[in-house]
């Protein structure tokens, strides 16, 4: 592993940006680019329910990091590598398949795509868990948290642009380089050796029959259907109702961006200040009132600061939920169990997509943000349970 603390946190960041590179394609235009090929809204969340497939299974991809040490390189590198190559692959290919006329080649792709990101991401996460102190989880995690909100920042408009004045294979092309960031930091790093208290147990897994762990899951999975949910409806809504083009689409995801990079920031320090369960009173607080405003938007003009507010809301909950989680994770199947909690957000998210888009095809927009709003509060009745710790024993 890099002995430089900066280093280490820069190759994390860095991880974290490939992912949000994606995230900018997906969050400004995949629903736009679908809508112009005739996909309704409908078919826009299947696809990507489709395309979140792999982060829900990554489980699978956690037991293996956890107990197989690949090549003897590590538990956790060579798995970074591969998925980094399978994601650059992808983008290549990407631009030769047209969802007009092979949607499930395109969904197929997609999944591809991104089981590659799951494998990464799943074993990043692990190796955050091997090597972060658990005082340090609320700084590490803004630094991912950021590091991916910094990509959709950067890419955001230039991707918006490349497709309204270049092309879609410019699109892809771009973000299959900006993919290759990371490999330098993690060609050079090394493993150390796993203490023999952190090798992989089945019986750690019994930690899944803890009630508090149980809540854990089920307010990550309210989260992440609210935030995903919201997020996939904010551009074709502006867009339907202010008529904005892709090129400020793109523009709109820059400041939500923006936001969520100061929203990983705010989710971190929440944590460290106030602690776990002020944090997350928080953290709902502010994507309930950031949601209300987008149902409400009432021009053009005051739509700007109110998707940054949400690209606040979004990453607070985000690295709120992800710190929570280290502190709950059992060592000896770190990147297993982490992989687990966030399985569950996936399906979370998986949810959201498409009943989002089908509130908005059958009920129209407003009311799919107050639905995305109400459901905020279904995660009220589980704080008892996370954040007593005598219901740990449970």
């Not at 995305?372 to 509060?377: E, S, W």
């Amino acid at each position: 592993m890099l002995q430089n603390r900066s280093l280490r946190y820069t190759m994390f960041a860095l991880l974290y940006f490939t992912q949000g590179t994606i995230l900018s394609y997906f969050t400004a235009l995949n629903a736009l680019y679908l809508l112009s090929r005739g996909i309704s809204m409908t078919n826009v969340g299947i696809f990507a329910t489709i395309a979140l497939l792999p982060f829900v299974i990554k489980i699978f991809l956690g037991m293996l990091s956890d107990k197989v040490n690949l090549f003897g390189m590590g538990h956790r590198k060579p798995y970074i590598l591969i998925g980094l190559g399978i994601q650059t692959i992808c983008l290549v290919i990407a631009p030769f398949i047209n969802p007009a006329t092979a949607y499930w080649g395109f969904a197929g792709l997609a999944f591809i795509l991104q089981l590659g990101m799951a494998l990464y991401d799943t074993c990043t996460d692990g190796l955050a868990l091997d090597t972060t102190p658990l005082e340090e989880k609320g700084k590490i995690q803004g630094f991912m948290v950021g590091g991916r909100a910094v990509g959709v920042v950067i890419t955001a408009s230039a991707v918006g642009l490349l497709a309204e004045k270049v092309s879609w294979a410019a699109v892809f092309w771009l973000l299959a380089a900006l993919t290759l960031l990371p490999l330098p930091f993690v060609l050079s790093s090394k493993e150390a050796e796993r203490p023999v208290e952190r090798s992989f147990n089945w019986g750690a897994f019994a930690a899944f029959k803890n009630l508090r762990v149980i809540a854990l899951a089920v307010m990550g999975l309210l989260f992440f259907l609210i935030i995903a949910g919201t997020n996939q409806i904010v551009n074709p809504f502006l867009q339907q109702k202010f008529n904005i083009s892709l090129s400020t689409a793109g523009n709109f995801t820059t400041l939500w961006g923006i936001g969520a990079v100061l929203g990983g920031v705010l989710g971190g320090w929440l944590i460290t200040k106030f602690g776990d369960r002020r944090a997350t009173i928080g953290a709902l607080a502010v994507c309930l009132l950031s949601i209300l405003g987008l149902a409400f938007t009432p021009s053009l003009a005051l739509a700007w600061p109110i998707v940054f507010v949400f690209g606040i809301a979004y990453a607070t909950y985000q690295t709120v939920y992800y710190a929570l989680a280290m502190g709950f994770t059992d060592m000896r199947i770190a990147a297993s169990m982490f992989a687990i909690l966030m399985a569950i957000t996936n399906i979370g998210q998986g949810i959201g997509m498409p009943l989002s888009g089908l509130i908005v095809d059958k009920a129209g927009f407003v009311t799919a943000f107050l639905v995305m709003g109400a459901i905020n509060f279904l995660a009220i009745p589980f704080f008892p349970l996370v954040f007593n710790r005598k219901a740990a024993q449970a």
